[in-house]
């Protein structure tokens, strides 16, 4: 079984721009989570989507939103980037929506200059 | 204060040399806590979810106890290949079920 992919794994842009990260989970798998992990705040949930729809929100301002399609495929979106966006962005995928066991992908390295 | 603290944040140890990574919690109410691995670039593996105080997990050398304040993941007999950083979660009873996670340990195993 194919594991969570995610795309591009390395990323480079400037202040002020957006980006916008892909996230493919294991194959049956609904649940799709967006971590931020950096290393003065360890690893920061940012959302949730279970079945297209967003069933959790982390403490994060509104410039990072997400959406899941129906595949559920899930795509995260940073705009107005700031200097502290430079991140490991991770996306994690699960059966359900409980987090039990949660499958993570290798990660986007996001830099933001 | 952080609902999770890990520690030491960072270890080196001999090959074969047994030691503990400790992970205390201060949530109300536990649900469950979950015990990470993570590669140098790469995303966290998942090892073991802990339920309820007193419950123990083991996968080859790591053995993971839970208590009513703290988790510990024993190595024992460690290898090179199991250094990296351990993450501990912990999610509480009630609400979203968001795991919070500890920053983690640096796990550094010498041949």
């Known amino acids: 079984k194919a594991g969570v992919t995610q795309t591009p794994r390395y990323l480079i842009k400037t202040r002020g721009q957006q980006v916008t990260l892909s996230c493919s989970p294991i194959?049956?798998?609904?649940?799709v989570s967006w971590y931020q992990q950096t290393p003065g705040q360890g690893l920061q949930f940012l959302f949730e989507y279970f079945s297209e729809t967003q069933r959790n929100k982390g403490n994060f301002p509104g410039r990072f939103s997400g959406r899941q399609f129906s595949n559920s495929r899930s795509e995260m979106n940073v705009s107005t980037l700031e200097l502290g966006d430079s991140a490991l962005y991770l996306c994690?995928?699960?059966?359900?929506?409980?987090?039990?066991?949660?499958?993570f992908g290798p990660g986007t390295r996001l830099t933001v200059l | 204060e952080d609902q999770v603290t890990q520690s030491p944040e960072a270890l080196r140890l001999q090959e074969g040399e047994s030691s503990s990574l400790n992970c205390s919690y201060t949530v109300s109410g536990l649900r469950g806590l979950f015990w990470y691995r993570q590669d140098p670039g790469k995303g966290p593996e998942f090892l073991f979810t802990?339920?309820?105080a007193g419950e123990e997990k083991e996968k080859e050398r790591l053995k993971a106890t839970l208590t009513k304040k703290e988790s510990f993941l024993h190595i024992t007999a460690p290898k090179p290949e199991d250094s990296a950083t351990y993450l501990c979660?912990?999610?509480?009873?009630?609400?979203?079920?968001?795991?919070?996670f500890g920053r983690g340990t640096s796990l550094i195993v010498h041949p």
């Open positions: 802990l339920y309820s």
């Open positions: 994690a995928s699960g059966p359900s929506s409980t987090y039990n066991e949660q499958f």
């Open positions: 194959s049956g798998h609904r649940s």
């Open positions: 979660a912990v999610q509480e009873t009630g609400g979203s079920y968001i795991p919070t």
